[in-house]
């Protein structure tokens, strides 16, 4: 069965801080693929990131970085010297033949 | 750009009450999908559809119809709405497969009394 855990359910860190978010899937298929949304407080879904399930690169965009783990089924998310703007829900996602989201973690960026 | 479109944004029912919520996409997107957020809950997927005339049911189906006669709309109907049923829901789109990053409609706050 499908299944997407984000096991820390809220996260406050101060200003300038590192932060990183969990992940864990479970699937039964070998293709598959792995997302990140961001919710902000104004509620708009906004899409962060897509990997697929061959591809175990390391990515990083500016101040984001995923780390895929096929070993683990994980797909964390950090964020580097974070940013009050970047307080939000994050939500991570699993799709091969639908799209399911894991309950989501919210972080707060305190100033 | 409208993107995906939802209507109403906000909603009040009375239990027992039945409402269609409408979903309108102009991207040509073939898959069309709904879900409902929950505190503590996160996104889950009422129904979905992979293109006009078919749907599919997604994680929590039951209380909820859904319909897709033309391409560009998705229609989430409640029959006989209950209490239970008070959430923000969601319309989605994608173009062609389940692999595709998602666009979001802005939400439908409905309240059941």
């Known amino acids: 069965a499908q299944k997407v855990t984000q096991a820390q359910t809220e996260i406050s860190v101060v200003e300038k801080e590192d932060v990183t978010l969990d992940c864990v899937y479970e699937t039964r298929d070998t293709t598959y693929y792995l997302f990140w949304y961001k919710q902000p407080p104004s509620g708009e879904l906004v899409f962060l990131i897509r990997r697929n399930s061959f591809d175990e690169q390391n990515e990083i965009s500016g101040r984001y970085s995923w780390n895929f783990q096929k070993s683990t089924s994980s797909f964390n998310f950090t964020i580097t010297a974070s940013q009050v703007v970047d307080s939000a829900v994050y939500f991570c996602a699993l799709s091969d033949d639908k799209i399911i989201f894991g309950k989501g973690t919210r972080l707060h960026i305190l100033p | 750009n409208a993107g995906v479109t939802q209507t109403p944004k906000f909603r009040v029912l009375k239990t027992g009450q039945s409402m269609t919520l409408l979903c309108a996409q102009d991207m040509n997107h073939e898959y069309m999908y709904w879900y409902r957020q929950d505190p503590g809950m996160g996104l889950r997927l009422i129904h979905y559809?992979?293109?006009?005339?078919?749907?599919a049911k997604g994680e929590v189906p039951d209380g909820y119809n859904v319909s897709r006669l033309k391409k560009q709309n998705f229609l989430l109907g409640l029959e006989s709405a209950a209490p239970s049923q008070t959430s923000v829901y969601f319309c989605?789109?994608?173009?062609?497969?389940?692999?595709?990053?998602?666009?979001f409609g802005s939400g439908t706050q409905l309240s059941v009394l």
């Open positions: 559809s992979v293109g006009e005339g078919t749907t």
């Open positions: 989605a789109s994608s173009y062609y497969r389940t692999n595709e990053k998602l666009f």
